[in-house]
């Protein structure tokens, strides 16, 4: 068990439709990553946000927005939602700002995403 | 073409055999390089983590970075089935964003 708790596990929804994504990263971790993992682009990063701040940006699409709130939890939505937008999303997260990099990111199991 | 390209496999090895993995990359100012294990519906675990050019061992895994060729590897001697996993590259410069490689599925037989 990484620490990383991510809910729903699984969640099905029609296009067009908005869904939100959830995640609790390790206790004392003040970093969120969130990645989008399918078949076809594999792992993807999306967003960090550190201590409540954005903090870095990656193949984002405008319709994904994602914050983090003053207890450390993270949401990832997702609007407008296409066929396309159907994937694993993995949190993950770390102490330091830098993680990835200069210390191990700590992976959640992910949200099954299917758009129907 | 990908920034991380990784051969997706999938990889089937018998008990004991040497598994042998890799990566290569496009991008230059990649500077430090990790190998992750992701089981089945489980999220990526950290393997290795290599700074630079050269070797790292850690019990049966070797990891190698050739910067000059643009080039990683990962060993797994003895394999077990319990090392049967999906194993993904990853590399970052100094801004820290992780590239993936797309991951190799490795199956090892018993």
């Known amino acids: 068990d990484s620490g990383v708790t991510q809910t729903p596990k699984h969640l099905i929804t029609a296009t067009g439709q908005r869904v939100t994504l959830r995640c609790s990263p390790r206790?004392?971790?003040?970093?969120v990553y969130w990645y989008q993992q399918s078949l076809d682009q594999g792992l993807q990063f999306l967003i960090q946000?550190?201590?409540?701040?954005?903090?870095a940006k990656g193949n984002i699409l405008e319709r994904f927005s994602a914050q983090q709130f003053p207890d450390l939890h993270s949401e990832l939505n997702l609007s407008s939602l296409e066929l396309g937008d159907s994937a694993l999303y993995f949190c993950?997260?770390?102490?330091?700002?830098?993680?990835?990099?200069?210390?191990?990111?700590?992976f959640g199991s992910g949200t099954q995403l299917s758009v129907l | 073409q990908k920034e991380v390209e990784q051969d997706p496999g999938p990889l089937s090895v018998p008990e004991g055999a040497i598994v042998s993995l890799n990566c290569t990359y496009s991008?230059?100012?990649?500077?430090?390089f990790m190998w992750y294990r992701q089981y089945s519906r489980k999220g990526p675990e950290l393997l290795m983590y290599?700074?630079?050019?050269g070797n790292k061992e850690d019990g049966r895994f070797t990891a190698q970075v050739d910067k000059s060729s643009k080039y990683i590897s990962l060993f797994i001697r003895d394999s077990q089935p319990s090392d049967s996993a999906t194993y993904l590259c990853?590399?970052?410069?100094?801004?820290?964003?992780?590239?993936f490689g797309a991951g190799t599925t490795v199956t090892v037989r018993a």
């Open positions: 990853a590399m970052s410069a100094n801004d820290y964003k992780l590239s």
């Open positions: 206790s004392g971790d003040l970093s």
């Open positions: 946000y550190y201590n409540g701040e954005e903090r």
């Open positions: 290599t700074y630079s050019s």
């Open positions: 993950a997260s770390s102490y330091s700002s830098t993680g990835g990099r200069d210390e191990k990111l700590f």
């Open positions: 991008n230059s100012a990649f500077q430090y």
